[in-house]
């Protein structure tokens, strides 16, 4: 399994910006994708996830209602959408997916089977 993580950049505060996740290497259907992000100084944390049928979305609080994540199963492709970014959303942004995560969890790196290499996001203010 492969994930690439791509769609990052420079932008300024009240931007928006979306991430793409583009996953290879096996049938998807039965996984679990999220997105992490690990800023300076600060450990990796949990940003949101999905899962394989898109019925079920988890946010961090931090990111609730400005962040948005989606896929396109058929392109076997997960979306990040980022509105109303703020400074403090400045990270790099990883993808993650796994076929046996359980909702307990979600918000630990470690239990994530497998990772994009990770994309610059930088909001000026």
């Known amino acids: 399994v492969q994930l690439q993580a791509s769609g990052g950049g420079l932008v300024q505060t009240g931007d928006s910006l979306r991430l793409s996740c583009a996953a290879s290497?096996?049938?998807?259907?039965?996984?679990?994708v999220a997105w992490f992000r690990r800023a300076p100084g600060k450990e990796r944390e949990f940003v949101a996830s999905?899962?394989?049928?898109?019925?079920?979305?988890y946010y961090a609080d931090s990111v609730k209602g400005r962040f948005t994540i989606f896929g396109d199963n058929g392109k076997n492709t997960w979306y990040l959408q980022m509105k109303s970014l703020k400074p403090e959303d400045t990270a790099v942004y990883y993808c993650?997916?796994?076929?046996?995560?359980?909702?307990?969890?979600?918000?630990?790196?470690?239990?994530?089977?497998?990772w994009g290499q990770g994309t610059q996001v930088t909001v000026s203010s």
């Open positions: 290497g096996r049938s998807f259907q039965t996984y679990t």
């Open positions: 999905i899962n394989y049928n898109g019925g079920s979305q």
């Open positions: 993650a997916a796994s076929s046996r995560i359980i909702l307990s969890s979600f918000r630990i790196p470690s239990q994530w089977g497998y």
